[in-house]
């Protein structure tokens, strides 16, 4: 056997050697193996320190009524009827609806008002109406503004489904009452007075028809 054979047998032969003890020492992977699990205080404190707590007071309720109170859970039952209904929305609609209806009876227009009045209220505002007009009295009247306003009470029926808010109103505003002279017998055209009512408005909730009906007007 010549030289170079020699030494290609013993070099093949190191190799072989070699090999096995670096299998011996290492050992053989198969497959996807997982990195060992290791118990770290850092990887415990890398989590939130703090959980979500869902549920608790419904804001838009416990702005305007004490929670837990019977007007509380009166405006809860509102609104799992009609999700969609929220108080303080209703309480804006309520501010703009009390300025229009107020100067539609101060003026005497009750076209536009009348769908937002129960029978018996639309009823009440004509004959004071028709009392002007047969006394040849007419009102000028300027609102101002609405100074408070705040919702005192809410009741619900869970069997009609009628929901009741009563809303207390301090508003300012100037009214004149004029004669068949146009002459001013009553009031001020400057003089701001000071206006204070107890309205309640009523609807059934869950209903088609989104307008609440003014039901009551306590001053």
Do not use: C
């Not at 003890?21 to 415990?44: C, I, M, Q, Y």
């Not at 609609?93 to 009348?114: N, P």
């Amino acid at each position: 056997m010549n030289s170079p054979m020699i030494q290609l047998l013993v070099l093949a032969g190191i190799a072989v050697f070699l090999i096995l003890r670096l299998r011996n020492v290492l050992g053989t992977r198969e497959g996807f193996e997982k990195p060992p699990v290791v118990d770290s205080p850092t990887a415990a404190r890398s989590k939130p320190a703090f959980e979500v707590i869902e549920g608790g007071p419904d804001l838009d309720i416990t702005d305007h009524v004490p929670d837990g109170s019977d007007a509380a859970k009166a405006l809860a039952s509102m609104k799992r009827i009609e999700p969609s209904f929220g108080v303080s929305d209703f309480l804006g609609g309520a501010r703009g609806a009390y300025e229009m209806i107020v100067m539609g009876f101060e003026r005497g227009d009750l076209a536009d008002i009348q769908p937002f009045l129960s029978e018996e209220i639309y009823e009440s505002f004509v004959d004071g109406v028709a009392a002007r007009e047969d006394q040849g009295l007419t009102i000028e009247a300027n609102f101002i503004g609405v100074r408070e306003m705040e919702l005192i009470n809410a009741t619900f029926d869970n069997d009609t489904k009628e929901a009741e808010l009563t809303i207390r109103f301090v508003a300012e505003l100037t009214s004149a009452v004029r004669d068949n002279a146009g002459d001013i017998v009553e009031g001020s055209l400057t003089d701001v007075k000071k206006q204070k009512d107890e309205w309640v408005f009523a609807r059934i909730m869950g209903s088609d028809d989104p307008n609440w009906l003014l039901v009551s007007t306590d001053g």
